[in-house]
């Protein structure tokens, strides 16, 4: 009884010590996970190195961490040939439409963290200002 209170007892301080910001960040990368699994992985891969000539790679890709243009490609798809890592591909992405800006912002905290470099979470007001700007420029 004695080492399951002490047990409990350190995962609560050991939880307790992490920042908001921190806990945050833990909570979009493991929502990010679950929602790429379902909904991007098909195409782009677990591993996000894409499918052959199909679908373009997300790791070592440049154009994730542009999260303004992600936001946009994840919520409203893309017709548009683009280049990775010097390879051109031109199937369509297709829409995202059901997913919530929260969604989005994990989706992206995610892909960035994995693949980007990234070590803080997307903010939902960064994905909210993208979409309302969405084919603008």
Same mark, same amino acid.
């Given at each position: 009884?004695?080492?399951?209170?002490?047990?409990?007892?350190?995962?609560?301080?050991?939880?307790?010590?992490?920042?908001?910001?921190?806990?945050?960040?833990?909570?979009?990368?493991?929502?990010?996970?679950?929602?790429?699994?379902?909904?991007?992985?098909?195409?782009?891969?677990?591993?996000?190195? *894409?499918?052959? #000539?199909? /679908?373009? !790679?997300? $790791?070592?890709?440049?154009?994730?961490?542009?999260?303004?243009?992600?936001?946009?490609?994840?919520?409203?798809?893309?017709?548009?040939?683009?280049?990775?890592?010097?390879?051109?591909?031109?199937?369509?992405?297709?829409?995202?439409?059901?997913?919530?800006?929260?969604?989005?912002?994990?989706?992206?905290?995610?892909?960035?963290?994995?693949? *980007?470099?990234? #070590?803080? /979470?997307? !903010?939902? $007001?960064?994905?909210?200002?993208?979409?309302?700007?969405?084919?603008?420029?």
């Amino acid at each position: 009884m004695i080492k399951k209170a002490l047990l409990l007892f350190t995962a609560f301080a050991a939880f307790s010590c992490q920042s908001a910001e921190e806990l945050k960040t833990e909570q979009y990368f493991a929502e990010g996970y679950q929602l790429y699994t379902t909904n991007c992985a098909n195409c782009h891969q677990a591993d996000g190195k *894409g499918m052959a #000539s199909l /679908y373009p !790679p997300l $790791a070592g890709s440049k154009m994730i961490q542009d999260k303004i243009a992600m936001s946009c490609i994840i919520k409203n798809g893309m017709k548009d040939t683009i280049i990775v890592n010097g390879k051109p591909f031109s199937r369509p992405m297709p829409a995202n439409a059901s997913l919530k800006e929260l969604e989005i912002a994990e989706i992206i905290t995610y892909v960035n963290m994995k693949w *980007g470099k990234d #070590s803080v /979470y997307t !903010p939902i $007001a960064t994905v909210a200002k993208a979409l309302e700007n969405c084919g603008k420029n």
